[in-house]
């Protein structure tokens, strides 16, 4: 009785005298991929114990760089995960004596965590004519009337339904990965993926 052992059959590589050698065991007897396999490495039948408690193997020397999936990007991907922050815009109150009432300026965008209650004002030296609020002494809301306000809150809305779109995209397009995968699962074929080697 052979005992194949964890080492290639035809080569006999292991991961000792390879680090970072790759096994890969044959496909299910009697499949197609089975046969391609035997056919591919001039063997027969008989050449393969069947009573060997570890199956046959080769190691990757034996495939080509086309033969092996690669964990990379599908053309359809769309980043999904990001911190989350949010983007307010902080108004400060700027009191001056000939007037009534305190007039209050726009100030520039400033970046806030989620869940922090202390906004750390941006003070801006510049002219700030371009940005109005009106707002009365009291009121608990502020009307914006930039007029590109209304133009990027649409194409803000615009690229979130986009996102929408391409996410469900994506969805089915993982759906039809895995009943692929599932299809050469059933077909007898191994299917391995590997990384990448780190780019120097």
């Not at 035809?10 to 390879?18: S, V, W």
């Amino acid at each position: 009785m052979v005992q194949y052992g964890r080492k290639c059959m035809l080569c006999k590589n292991t991961r000792k005298r390879e680090p970072g050698c790759r096994l890969f065991k044959f496909p299910a007897r009697g499949s197609p991929m089975w046969h391609r396999w035997l056919e591919a490495c001039g063997l027969r039948e008989a050449d393969i114990d069947v009573r060997s408690r570890e199956p046959p193997r080769l190691c990757q020397r034996h495939f080509q760089k086309k033969d092996f999936l690669t964990r990379q990007l599908t053309g359809m991907a769309v980043p999904s995960v990001f911190p989350v922050t949010v983007y307010t815009e902080v108004i400060e109150a700027v009191y001056q004596p000939e007037e009534q009432g305190p007039i209050e300026y726009g100030e520039i965008i400033v970046e806030e965590s989620v869940g922090n209650e202390e906004n750390d004002d941006t003070s801006r030296n510049g002219d700030l004519r371009d940005i109005e609020v009106i707002s009365s002494v009291g009121d608990s809301g502020h009307i914006c009337t930039i007029e590109e306000h209304q133009t990027l809150t649409e194409d803000l809305q615009n690229e979130r339904n986009r996102v929408e779109c391409l996410s469900r995209e994506l969805v089915e397009k993982d759906r039809i990965i895995r009943e692929q995968f599932e299809l050469l699962k059933q077909l007898g074929v191994q299917v391995v993926t590997v990384s990448e080697p780190n780019q120097k």
